[in-house]
């Protein structure tokens, strides 16, 4: 039975709302904003059964976590760990972002472009000596998750920390590497899920990332008030197959009556957002989904992508588990466990499906990221196409597949601050509160 874990980042503090680096200390305290958004995550969060809550001890975060333990009726209790503590800035802490980066410019280029190869020189007792702080800080994660899982198999817990230590608890237990770690958004009271089969070395799932429409923040800003371009990955709506849980692949399934409903709960979703063009996979699915999400954005005429089809299930596809079990035996189990080394009887194998998501997306983000000014638009795929990108995007490998979630109507959003040089910033990954579920992902789960 899964473990479920709840990531929630703490409140606005005043050091936030100035733009001062945080870090380890302790004097920067919740904002009466910071203070209400709690309250909101709190009752948001309220309905689930939580079985315990752990914090950092820093107060911003523990306040945080005090508030929401006061909005159950039945509190679960509230455990401050040391191991949930902020990254260590010793010789950045109290300054403002702006003046370390002008004082600083080549430490704090270092710290965003590579932040794991930055350290601080820090002088001790016993001489100087190199702090590597998103490094020590990722070793922290793991550390948590090792002690942690054990007690609470099949259970659910919420943590309730902050922007680095989040950061790093996601990126652990999936795999990213520290390298990405700017990859990655963690708003203030945002929500994050993910779901562990198991102890630490055991497959993990990210259901969803940066959840922060219980806010009233349908999509989280760019990290930046530079134009960037802003890409929205949409997951087609259910359609009677995916109900059925039976393998479509390239079959032209439309949509259900319930996958319509979820576009139109999408498009609503999504309705004051600024689309300036759109892309879909031909196959009708998510050409359905793209066109009623577009009903609400004028003259932009839908641009449908051979690569971003689904993958080609070749024999499989029809067919349910129970039925591919019995023609290609032990086949089901190693596309479960072992993906990238499956190849589907007269169809494809992951990395064929890879390289030409991969190939198109990247032609996407390279011809509008030389627009000005910067644009927004929605990319309507499947289940596989958009998992393979958001892999990509987090320097994940196809082995990593089944670590990302993709529910009907779902949608994600990446942003490119730099444009195609640079990297992508996953803003929300998964998001599916529009569709009527809360904070969980409820849709259905079934064959690709």
């Known amino acids: 039975m899964a473990t479920r874990v709840i990531i929630v980042r703490h409140g606005q503090s005043n050091y936030n709302a100035q733009k001062i680096i945080q870090g380890r200390n302790n004097e920067s305290i919740l904002t009466e904003k910071g203070r209400q958004d709690a309250v909101t995550v709190g009752n948001s969060l309220s309905l689930v059964p939580i079985d315990a809550i752990y914090c950092s001890p820093l107060q911003r ?145 990210l259901e969803s990332l940066n959840q922060t429409s219980h806010l009233g923040i349908p999509l989280p800003p760019p990290r930046s008030n530079n134009n960037c371009l802003r890409l929205l990955l949409v997951r087609h709506g259910e359609t009677q197959w995916n109900r059925e849980s039976r393998f479509q692949g390239i079959r032209d399934i439309p949509l259900n009556e319930n996958g319509k409903k979820q576009a139109q709960k999408a498009a609503e979703f999504l309705k004051e957002i600024s689309i300036n063009f759109g892309i879909s996979s031909p196959l009708l699915r998510p050409k359905e989904t793209a066109e009623i999400i577009l009903q609400y954005h004028d003259n932009i005429e839908l641009d449908l992508q051979a690569q971003l089809q689904e993958i080609c299930h070749g024999l499989w596809e029809g067919k349910l588990e129970s039925e591919i079990e019995a023609e290609f035996p032990g086949l089901l189990t190693q596309w479960k466990e072992s993906p990238e080394t499956v190849q589907m009887p007269e169809g494809e194998n992951l990395q064929q499906v890879w390289d030409r998501a991969i190939t198109c997306w990247n032609k996407l983000v390279e011809n509008y990221s030389n627009s000005h000014p910067s644009q927004t638009g929605i990319v309507v795929a499947h289940d596989a196409i958009n998992k393979v990108i958001l892999c990509y995007l987090l320097g994940l490998k196809p082995a990593n597949f089944w670590n990302i979630k993709q529910g009907n109507g779902g949608v ?3 942003d490119y601050p730099q444009g195609i040089e640079g990297l992508p910033v996953l803003q929300a990954i998964n998001l599916t509160s529009h569709l009527g579920s809360g904070i969980l992902d409820k849709t259905a789960a079934g064959a690709l």
């Open 61 to 205: 975060a523990k306040t945080t976590a005090e508030i929401i333990q006061g909005c159950f009726t039945s509190p679960p209790s509230l455990y401050p760990t040391d191991q949930l503590m902020e990254i260590d800035l010793p010789l950045w802490e109290k300054r403002g972002k702006q003046e370390v980066a002008e004082t600083s410019p080549t430490e704090y280029r270092c710290w965003k472009e590579k932040p794991h190869e930055f350290k601080m020189i820090l002088s001790t007792s016993q001489g100087e000596i190199d702090h590597f702080p998103v490094l020590s800080l990722y070793q922290q994660a793991q550390n948590f998750w090792q002690e942690i899982l054990p007690k609470y198999e099949g259970k659910t817990i919420l943590i309730v920390a902050h922007n680095g230590i989040n950061r790093c608890l996601i990126m652990s237990a999936i795999g990213i590497s520290p390298d990405r770690y700017h990859s990655i958004q963690q708003s203030n009271c945002c929500i994050n899920v993910l779901n562990f089969t198991g102890t630490w070395g055991e497959p993990v799932q």
């Open 412 to 414: 994600s959003v990446i």
